[in-house]
């Protein structure tokens, strides 16, 4: 299984990043895609949730945090998955990762992906 996250880069408070997440060894299409993030200064504990899809791409869901700010999407043809940010804030700053799970799920507690890529760093400052 292997999950290559992209995209990631500095952007000043309001601006937008596009997240791409590369796959690889796995049922793409029955798999649901989240993305999840980490703050900086807070490795070693789980992740934050932000976002998931489920496996046909119908069903979205978010985290209070990014709703209206953050569109996932995906497209099975090529494997991959996509994380539109809009309007950041300093607060979205971290590691941004790209996750695989069997169920379609939120997590409101610390997450804690099977499978996860290397992440991509955002940095919103001005």
């Known amino acids: 299984v292997q999950l290559l996250e992209s995209g990631g880069g500095w952007v000043q408070p309001g601006g937008s990043l596009r997240l791409s997440c590369a796959t690889s060894g796995f049922p793409f299409s029955y798999a649901t895609i989240n993305w999840a993030r980490q703050a900086p200064g807070k490795g070693g504990k789980g992740l934050e949730w932000?976002?998931?899809?489920?496996?046909?791409?119908?069903?979205?869901v978010y985290a209070d945090s990014v709703r209206g700010r953050f569109t996932i999407s995906r497209n099975n043809a090529k494997n991959e998955a996509y994380l539109d940010m809009n309007n950041l804030q300093p607060e979205d700053s971290g590691m941004y990762y790209c996750a695989k799970e069997s169920f379609f799920a939120t997590y409101s507690e610390d997450y804690y992906p099977d499978y996860r890529g290397q992440g991509t760093q955002v940095i919103v400052s001005s």
């Open positions: 932000v976002a998931g899809m489920n496996a046909g791409g119908v069903t979205a």
